[in-house]
């Protein structure tokens, strides 16, 4: 089974503070992705990345940046954390960039 | 990018009755898959459906991938509250360039 995990369930960070969000997959999956999950709004992607050192923006990379040093470890950073930051991240791996997406459990962060 | 529509928004009925949900694009699918997320995890892979007209079965549940593979329905026999959660569809036209597209979901509630 694929397994998807992310550093923490929950973070409390206070405005300001940079954070870093840690996801590791162990089925060597060239792809990774980041989203936030906002009520009404849905899973937006924020960073994904196809191979290592290798990024993309996604819909929302405003105020975010990753890193991808190694192939089963992809980083989420909030250089300087905001109030509307404040969200649920989830993490995700794939074998293609259209297939199924194996999901962490996400880490549900408050910035206060 | 493609928009993926979901109806409805919410849902909540009685243990033991049967629902339909929806998830309509204005552009043809080259695949679509269902995905459950449970409260406070990750969605998790139910189905993929590929071909027009397709149906597929996963025990009560049956999926149904329209003929012109613009739409697509999940429909629940019986529900249980372990059905209870977030049901995405998401799409994986795009994929050469940011992967999967996700609706926002319907958020079923099934009461005891």
């Known amino acids: 089974d694929v397994k998807v995990t992310q550093s923490s369930r929950y973070l409390v960070k206070r405005t300001g503070e940079k954070v870093f969000l840690e996801c590791v997959q162990d089925?060597?999956?060239?792809?990774m992705f980041w989203y936030r999950q906002d009520p009404g709004l849905g899973l937006r992607l924020i960073y994904f990345s196809y191979d290592v050192k290798m990024k993309e923006k996604g819909d929302i990379p405003e105020g975010y940046s990753v890193s991808r040093e190694k192939k089963e470890r992809f980083s989420l950073i909030l250089e300087s954390a905001s109030t509307n930051q404040t969200s649920m991240y989830l993490c995700?791996?794939?074998f293609g960039l259209g297939g199924t997406q194996y999901f962490g459990p996400g880490t549900r962060l408050l910035v206060l | 990018t493609q928009l993926l529509e979901q109806s409805p928004q919410f849902l909540s009925i009685q243990e033991g009755e049967n629902l339909t949900v929806y998830c309509n694009s204005s552009?043809?699918?080259?695949?679509l898959q269902w995905y459950r997320q449970e409260p406070g995890e990750g969605p998790v892979l139910l189905v993929t459906?590929?071909?027009?007209?397709e149906v597929k079965k996963l025990k009560r549940l049956t999926f149904q991938f329209g003929d012109a593979r613009k739409d697509s329905s999940l429909h629940i026999t019986a529900a249980q509250p372990g059905d209870t959660g977030l049901y995405l569809c998401?799409?994986?036209?795009?994929?050469?360039?940011?992967?999967?597209?996700f609706g926002k979901g319907t958020h079923l509630i099934i009461q005891p």
């Open positions: 995700a791996s794939s």
């Open positions: 089925m060597d999956h060239e792809n």
């Open positions: 552009s043809v699918f080259s695949s």
């Open positions: 459906v590929v071909t027009g007209g």
């Open positions: 998401a799409d994986g036209t795009g994929g050469g360039a940011d992967g999967l597209t």
